[in-house]
C-alpha cells in the first residue's frame, strides 16, 4: 500500500524559494519511480520532475530545468522537490506521484498513487 502526503508548500514571492516534501508510509517507497506534477487553475496536470528508484537518474520539465532539483531519502521514505527562482507561472496545485514506469514519468495516467496535492503561490 502507498499512502503519499505533501508538505512544504505555501506563498512566496517571485524569485523565492521553496522546498516540497512527499512522504510515503507503504512498504514499497524504494521499488518506486517517484514524479512530482502540478495543475494551475483551468489547466491540465503538468510533468514537473521524476527520479527513479534509486535516484541515479533524474527528469524535469523544459519549465523548471534548472531551477527545480528532485530527489530522494530511500532511508526515511521521501522524496523532495527544491524550487528555486520561482515564478508566478509557477503557481499551482503540486502533486506527489508514484508507481510509473520510467519511459512513460511525464504522463500523469502512468502513475498509480497520488498524493492530496500542496498548494504553492508566487506572487510577482
Known amino acids: 500500500q502507498v499512502q503519499l502526503v505533501e508538505s512544504g508548500g505555501g506563498l512566496v514571492q517571485a524569485g523565492g524559494s521553496l522546498r516540497l516534501s512527499c512522504a510515503d508510509s507503504?512498504?514499497?517507497?524504494?521499488?518506486?519511480?517517484m514524479g512530482w506534477f502540478r495543475q494551475a487553475p483551468g489547466k491540465e496536470r503538468e510533468f514537473v520532475a521524476a527520479?527513479?528508484?534509486?535516484?541515479?537518474?533524474?527528469y524535469y520539465a523544459n519549465s523548471v530545468k534548472g531551477r527545480f532539483t528532485i530527489s530522494r531519502d530511500n532511508a526515511k521514505n521521501t522524496v523532495a522537490l527544491q524550487m528555486n527562482s520561482l515564478k508566478p507561472e509557477d503557481t499551482a496545485v503540486y502533486y506527489c506521484a508514484a508507481g510509473a514506469p520510467w519511459y512513460a514519468v511525464t504522463s500523469a495516467s502512468a502513475f498509480n498513487y497520488w498524493g492530496q496535492g500542496t498548494q504553492v503561490t508566487v506572487s510577482s
Open positions: 507503504g512498504r514499497t517507497f524504494s521499488s518506486n519511480v
Open positions: 527520479i527513479t528508484w534509486n535516484g541515479d537518474s533524474t
